[in-house]
């Protein structure tokens, strides 16, 4: 391979773990500038301010894009795959909203766009999904896919901690998104879910999807869920039958004995279920610096060594199909659920409801009791 020149947006928590590890283990790739903010550029002697003057080096390669959110790392990744820039990026706000849009324009230039870092954290969930594509169809994916809710809910079972508490650990540690309801709304897990449906399904997926997240869930709601051996966790999850599809983003009640209940602070489990394969489970750190630099650095690595492969297509003619997600509900609330029966005191149980059906319930009952929490029953094999 050849000396690989890199430019880099954006120097957090992400971002400057990129640059260490490049710097500290990576020979054959330069980091040559670090774009920061206006009045940041103390950080590294290659930071600078002017994205223009970074685009404009005929030299660059690559562009790693660890900025987060839509607004410039929009403009930024579309100016850099015109300029035949390939495009590392750990943004999933961004991917999510633009896929299709990114991956023509990196397509029409011959270059690579990699998004490893965008689900999963350092798990090569992406790379996963597309490895098991080659042989098999992909009937269905499910993850915990976001690490702050999912040391939330661990220390709040492990230590007894107040979610609040809990929540701004998982600032400090650097796991929380800067606006953290991101995390515990779902809106991070519904981007890291659309992308995935797309890999696995050939789908644009856009986020007009069922989601709820654990804003409201209580150590008393934990000590219910418990009382019947299940805890909760926040999933992705995608299903398909070969002519529809259906995604959701929701807080799901697990059995004790699913792998998923086990899943201890920041990490992540996803699985991907193909037809020789059969289920197929990736497990580890999903949010923090070191983690999602790893899959940022080993996009960078493959940029210069592995040819450009089969882009994203995203043809399949799936509907859209949101029946495809039954599953029995149950809501923690004063208000008066429509079919709902007793389950426990303060907490009613409907049955047989679509993932998108729930979501209106869920909308209504906040409306009377805005701490109402809802959460899927998973189905026992
Ligand atoms: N805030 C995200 C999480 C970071 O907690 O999973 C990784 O995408």
Redesign the pocket.
């Known amino acids: 391979s050849y000396m690989q020149n890199v430019a880099l947006l954006g120097f957090g928590t992400v971002g400057a773990s990129v640059a260490r590890i490049l710097d500290e283990r990576i020979s054959d790739v330069n980091l040559t500038s670090i774009l920061v903010r206006a009045g940041k550029e103390h950080v590294d002697p290659r930071a600078t301010s002017n994205f223009d003057a970074i685009l404009s080096d005929s030299a660059l390669d690559t562009v790693v894009e660890c900025m987060g959110g839509l607004s410039p790392a929009y403009e930024y990744i579309k100016a850099a795959l015109i300029a035949k820039k390939n495009v590392v990026t750990?943004n999933?706000a961004v991917v999510s909203a633009h896929f299709e849009e990114f991956m023509t324009l990196a397509a029409e230039a011959g270059v690579n766009l990699k998004i490893e870092a965008?689900?999963?954290?350092g798990i090569p969930w992406i790379a996963g999904i597309q490895k098991v594509r080659r042989i098999d169809e992909i009937s269905a994916f499910w993850g915990i896919?976001?690490?702050?809710?999912?040391?939330i809910v661990y220390s709040m079972l492990k230590d007894g901690t107040d979610f609040a508490e809990v929540l701004s650990k998982?600032q400090e540690l650097g796991?929380?998104?800067r606006d953290?309801s991101?995390?515990i709304d779902g809106i991070?897990?519904r981007s890291?879910t659309m992308i995935s449906a797309s890999i696995a399904f050939d789908v644009i997926c856009t986020n007009q999807i069922p989601m709820s997240g654990i804003r409201n869930l209580t150590k008393r709601d934990l000590a219910m869920f418990g009382s019947h051996d299940m805890t909760i966790k926040l999933f992705g999850r995608g299903v398909s039958n070969g002519s529809s599809y259906a995604v959701v983003v929701e807080p799901v009640a697990v059995p004790l004995s699913a792998i998923e209940a086990h899943v201890p602070t920041?990490f992540?489990v996803a699985t991907v279920v193909g037809d020789t394969i059969g289920e197929l489970k990736f497990y580890g750190q999903?949010?923090?610096g070191n983690p999602?630099a790893n899959a940022v650095v080993q996009d960078i690595i493959d940029c210069a060594d592995a040819p450009i492969e089969g882009q994203q297509n995203f043809s399949a003619n799936l509907l859209y199909n949101p029946e495809l997600f039954v599953s029995d509900y149950v809501f923690r609330t004063q208000a008066d659920i429509p079919g709902g029966s007793f389950w426990e005191p303060g907490a009613q149980l409907v049955k047989n409801l679509s993932a998108e059906k729930a979501r209106e319930l869920l909308t209504s009952a906040l409306t009377q009791d805005p701490t109402t929490f809802m959460a899927a029953l998973e189905k026992r094999n």
């Open positions: 750990s999933k965008c689900v999963c954290g896919m976001n690490g702050t809710t999912n040391y998982a796991y929380a998104e953290p991101s995390d991070d897990v890291k920041n992540n999903g949010a923090g999602t």
